[in-house]
């Protein structure tokens, strides 16, 4: 035989929820800032990776141009000891 329901619930359930386990949908202005709140953390996410990709190219094209000037700095030394080495 089952024993009657009793007022207390073992189920978890507090007097908000009910023990149903659904919440309650928060009222309209907390879904607002909770939107807001969100868009700005993903915009800064996202202005965050497009700012780190762009700095990472401009690193690259400045290691480029290092790289081309070192070169022709090599050939301009390698020149002058020609040079030096066809004078004496």
Do not use: F, Q, W
């Not at 081309?68 to 020609?82: F, Y």
């Amino acid at each position: 035989m089952r024993s009657a329901p009793s007022s207390r619930s073992t189920c978890g359930g507090d007097r908000r929820g009910g023990g149903t386990g659904r919440r309650r949908p928060l009222p309209p202005p907390y879904n607002l800032s909770i939107l807001v709140i969100g868009a700005l953390v993903i915009t800064v996410l996202v202005y965050g990776a497009v700012a780190l990709i762009a700095k990472m190219d401009d690193v690259g094209l400045h290691l480029t141009t290092k790289e081309s000037r070192v070169r022709s700095d090599l050939e301009v030394l390698r020149e002058c000891v020609r040079r030096e080495i066809m004078v004496t």
